[in-house]
């Protein structure tokens, strides 16, 4: 007889077997048990997590002798030849091979008959999400107002691929990945029944190594029985599978912590010569950083339960040894380095500089406790957002003030006088709105200045930017000079005239614009030369920018 490998062998063949989709079984148990089956259902999720087990068993349930029922009898004629894939009334259909119309075609027409045997034609179509469009738009009618005696289940691994028009039609379950602990027990209660040893560690590395897949841990596994016989070890499963030693991540670390560099590159000399794929090393090193990151920040339950009990204490051993921060700077690193190993020419050079600057990545600090450890004479000044206005303690050297860029002149100082004529700005709008209502074009020159104010019968404006003499031009022309004037006068109610000027304050602008370099250079000068921001700046190897 012919070998059956250990993914078919351990195949589930009740809803109680199957691992890590309770909220999947519940609800089809109830929905046998409350007669409330539907005629389509979904089944998505990732490979080997119980799909087409789950399809199968509830067709057997369907059609079982002692049926419809929960628990099918696995003894009777149907519920064999279920198992055995040769019911005819419950087709399995790969949608990969039989992705066109014509073949959806045949399946309308064969939906039509009647069972042969047992109480419903089941269809079971795997990866349907490989059909074609003219397929799926072929599917609808039937699938949405099927005979009563037909049921289809669709199994797929990319459910974003499924046309909403078909989603909308079927009851959709989500199945998860098994978690790593789920998937340990499984596989110890299995191997306990066929009388094959295996210590915990081994256990984990293969359910780790299958990324949530129940059916890839079993592969694996039957692949370790075939290597070292009824005694698995995790050295062995390393050496098969390619893996690292647990214990080099842990001595890298401390080497980073250390800040060995020397220690650092010769552990990766080490792991190259030692035939150990640079990526799967890297993605090693990050999943036992975020270990680490999990512990630190208090959250280590989340990811100790799926490591072996040896292991636990030394990991918690040395996070102890890390702040949470420091742990987040190093995985980003590491993450840097393993997204650019697909496309370097050159990977290990790659994760040798992401190793030094590991080695010389600087401890996270607290600012308040660095402050307290500098001493000097006093605490740092604050800043106007962090002690509210308040003077900082000690003497400070007093900055000089920034010069103007506008200098008023005398004249503007006499802007009071505009009170007798209400106020300046309501005059300036007043007079804004006068003369576009008349002139647009000479509104828009007006529009471009700044009023000074009154003097001496005059009103004053300032023009500054690069059309500030086409306006003055525009405005010195006596025919528009006189429409202004006129609205001036009627407007404060005695005679005023218009006296238009080049604003004084745009030479100053400018010269504060050339020189806004040095007047920064001259305060981190200042800055400086504070005893307390000297020694804060050499504490942290910092500068002033």
Known sequence: MSYLVLARKWRPQTFEDIVGQEHVTTTLRNAIRNNRLAHAYLFTGPRGVGKTTAARILAKAVNCIQGPTEHPCNQCSFCQEITTSRSIDVSEIDGASNRGIDEIRQLRESVQYTPAQGRRRIYIIDEVHMLTKEAFNALLKTLEEPPSHVMFIFATTEAAKVPATIMSRCQRFDFRRIAVADMVAYLEAKLRAEGITAD????????????????????????????????????????????????????????????????????????????????????????????????????????????????????????ERFDSRDLSRMIRIVMEAEAGLKRSSQPKLLLELAFIRLCSLDATVVIEDLLQKIGGNGPLPAGPAEDGGREAAGPQPKAREAPELYAPTQDSGRREAAANHNDVGRLWSSLLAEVKAQNMILGNCLESARPVGLRDGAFILNFSGPQAKFSITKLENRQYQILVEEQLSRLCGEKLRLICRLDEAEPQASAARTTREEEMARKRREAESIPQVKNFLKAIDGEII
Not at 223 to 242: K, P
Request: glycine share 8%; proline share 1%; net charge negative.
């Open 200 to 319: 915990e560690e081994s256990l984990f590395l293969i359910a780790q190594k299958s990324e949530g897949s129940l059916r890839d841990a079993i592969s694996l596994l039957d692949q370790m029985i075939s290597y070292v016989g009824e005694n698995i070890t995790a050295a062995d499963v390393r050496q098969v599978l390619g893996l690292v030693d647990g214990a080099l991540y842990f001595k890298a670390v401390e080497l980073y912590r250390a800040k060995d560099t020397a220690g650092a590159l010769a552990l990766l000399e080490e792991v190259v010569a030692g035939g150990y794929d640079i990526q799967e090393f890297t993605i090693g090193l990050m999943n036992h950083l975020r270990r680490l990151l999990y512990i630190s920040a208090g959250a280590g339950e989340a990811v100790l339960s799926a490591l072996p009990r040896e292991s636990r204490s030394q990991y918690q051993e040395q996070a």
